[in-house]
């Protein structure tokens, strides 16, 4: 059975740090590209940021591009995603992705930006 379960979410001020992780299970989670996307109420889901299977390519979205750091740990099965200078804009529930032939999410967590 596949899963994607994300972790790390919270409440936090305006200019603040948040770190996301991601573990994958019933999959080889090694031979995946790992993304996150997010949706923030009454919005469709956005593409945030992708890691490569191997780790060594990234790619951003334009919004978060030098404040957010995705990462992969393919020993632990886990995608990070690391985010500074948090902005109320922020706010939204990130969802982790897997994708391959069969594209595979998460729930997602709840990420609220506000003083």
């Known amino acids: 059975q596949v899963q994607l379960v994300e972790s790390g979410g919270g409440l936090v001020q305006p200019g603040g740090s948040l770190r996301l992780s991601c573990v994958g299970s019933g999959f080889t989670f090694r031979w995946y590209p790992m993304s996150w996307y997010r949706q923030a109420p009454g919005k469709e889901r956005e593409w945030v940021a992708t890691?490569?299977?191997?780790?060594?390519?990234?790619d951003y979205a334009d919004s978060v591009k030098g404040r957010f750091t995705i990462s992969r740990d393919n020993v632990k099965n886990t995608v990070y995603l690391q985010m500074n200078s948090l902005k109320p804009e922020d706010t939204a529930v990130y969802i982790c992705?897997?994708?391959?032939?069969?594209?595979?999410w998460g729930q997602g967590t709840q990420v609220t930006v506000s003083s």
């Open positions: 890691i490569s299977a191997p780790g060594r390519t990234t």
């Open positions: 992705n897997a994708r391959g032939p069969i594209n595979y």
